[in-house]
């Protein structure tokens, strides 16, 4: 396959005294173009692995035979105060603009600690768990002791991510919203088509939260498109994602909502992290729990996942 989107990467080595770093010039969605304590790899053999990176918890490739399924910008920015621009990115406590903090919340401008290296099950399925506890900077923004803790499954065929928000309060409730913000990686936008949405109620953010009934079976995004889906029953497929003969299903529990998403090109040409023409390569589809918050009593615990599946194509590896 030609690949526009394999981007290359030319790693710079800097110096200092006798230490050797190596800091990826611009985004790669290679293991080796980061320092090791920053990734996290789930290698499953036969091309299928992911790769996260520590800050955000961000997910940034997955391969599935061979084929990357995950948009990552070519301008994404890898320094550990904004937010990565693109993978899947972890939005909590706060789905889009907050009063407390920054837009969707800290959860994606975080680092996550390593609470289980991956491991290999008997299937050859890769499983590893990454987790973020409250500390000062999030307590002085959102007052409130939580554990999260995120689960990777790497399975053959699918991908399986699961966010658990435990409340280590005393004896205060608190509410949040929570969504898994996965970019789509897509040879041509104008080519794919979303289904599994006719018929649901969406809030439209382009028009000022208008409410709206979907009427497409398959929905062609040709525009800016910043959407609320609410209560969506079932799967939602993207057709030619990532390559023109496969479609990727994407399936939900505990997340009602679908958020879609593409900038288009006039707000592509004002993100500074990402170019100008990316929008055409990418879309968001995001699942997550976000128009009603909820509400955590403390020692309980919310549980929600997200599980990514491609059909097989003749020409995989
Ligand atoms: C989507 C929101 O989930 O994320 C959009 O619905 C937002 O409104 C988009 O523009 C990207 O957000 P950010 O903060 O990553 O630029």
Known sequence: MSDALSYSTCPIKIVRGHRTEKKPRMASQKAEDYP???VMVLNREKGTSVLAHLFGATLISWKYRGVENIFLSTKAV???????????????PNFG??????????????????????????????TAVLSLTDDD???????????????IILKEDSLTTKLAVHNNNEKDSFDFTCLFHTYFRLSNVSNTAISGLKGITFSDKIEGDKEDKETHEEISVDKNYDRVYRNVPGVVKITKCPISDRQMEVSFSNLPDVVLWNP??????????FDDLEYLRMVCVEGG??????????????????????SFSPFDI
């Not at 890898?78 to 909590?92: E, M, S, T, W």
């Not at 288009?264 to 992290?273: H, T």
């Open 36 to 38: 090791n304590e920053d």
């Open 78 to 92: 890898f320094d550990k105060k904004k937010a990565i621009r693109g993978g899947i990115p972890l939005v909590f």
């Open 97 to 126: 603009p907050w009063s407390l903090g920054p837009q969707h919340g800290f959860a994606r401008i975080k680092l996550w600690a390593v609470e289980q290296q991956p491991s290999v099950d008997g299937n050859g399925d890769v």
């Open 137 to 151: 900077e999030t307590r002085a923004m959102w007052n409130h002791k939580f554990k999260l803790l995120y689960t």
């Open 264 to 273: 288009w090109d006039e707000k592509a040409k004002v993100m500074s992290d």
């Open 289 to 310: 729990s976000v128009s009603t918050p909820n509400k955590l009593s403390c020692g309980e615990c919310f549980e929600c996942q997200q599980v990514l599946k491609p």
